[in-house]
């Protein structure tokens, strides 16, 4: 079953407004990772969070690990057209030896101007 | 620096077809993963390596294999194609588990 949920599954703004999606762990994560998917692209690495309740920022992205290293979230101020993608978390767990990443379904972001 | 590098981009099968996806890295990263990719279900893991000489299986490895005879390379191949294998298809390396991955650039296969 779904290990790492993300919400919401899609999200349509207009250009200017706020973009916030959520990933959450059934199970303690080790490190979250962050992806973007271009439409018809690949996805691309954005960032890691390593520590407990530790906060990055890219430019106008924020993301942030949660206290349980359970939750992260990405939150994008005042979105662009070149922020249209489709936005993946990812981890593996703590402790596991082999490290396999667990990915979120996505959040597939739209802007429109 | 190709990084990771997929062939072919795309493909059309009959069923029942066998294929082989190819897949290279020439980073020197010990583990190399393939996941396909469906319309509202994220990233899904197929089969993974943790080096040469080491698979395991992800979470639908049904109608897959793969092997890794050098560090570089991570074939997957489609034994008896079925249409529910239509989708895209992503490889990705990483220098270890549970760090950034690289992806390729993907295949799109249909199977008719």
């Known amino acids: 079953g779904q290990q790492v949920m993300q919400i919401p599954q899609y999200q349509h703004v207009q250009e200017g407004e706020d973009f916030t999606t959520y990933c959450n762990s059934s199970?303690?994560?080790?490190?979250i990772q962050w992806y973007k998917q271009r439409p018809g692209g690949h996805p691309v690495f954005l960032i890691q969070?390593?520590?407990?309740?530790e906060v990055k920022k890219q430019k106008r992205l924020t993301f942030q690990f949660g206290e349980a290293k359970k939750n992260s979230s990405l939150h994008i101020t005042a979105t662009q057209t070149t922020d249209v993608g489709t936005y993946f978390c990812?981890?593996?767990?703590?402790?596991?030896?082999?490290?396999?990443?667990?990915f979120g379904r996505g959040t597939q972001l739209t802007v429109w101007p | 620096n190709a990084g990771v590098t997929q062939t072919p981009k795309f493909q059309v099968l009959k069923t029942g077809q066998s294929m082989t996806l190819q897949c290279a890295q020439d980073?020197?990263?010990?583990?190399m993963s393939w996941y396909r990719q469906d319309p509202g279900m994220g990233l899904r893991l197929i089969h993974y390596?943790?080096?040469?000489?080491?698979?395991d299986q992800g979470e639908v490895p049904n109608g897959y294999n793969v092997s890794r005879s050098t560090t570089e390379d991570f074939p997957l191949r489609l034994l008896s194609a079925a249409p529910s294998q239509t989708s895209v298809y992503f490889c990705?390396?990483?220098?270890?588990?549970?760090?950034?991955?690289?992806f390729g650039q993907g295949t799109r296969l249909t199977v008719v």
């Open positions: 199970t303690t994560l080790s490190n």
């Open positions: 990812a981890g593996p767990w703590r402790g596991s030896t082999l490290g396999r990443l667990y």
């Open positions: 390596s943790v080096g040469a000489g080491i698979t």
């Open positions: 980073m020197n990263h010990e583990y």
């Open positions: 969070l390593v520590k407990s309740g």
């Open positions: 990705a390396s990483s220098r270890g588990g549970g760090t950034e991955a690289f």
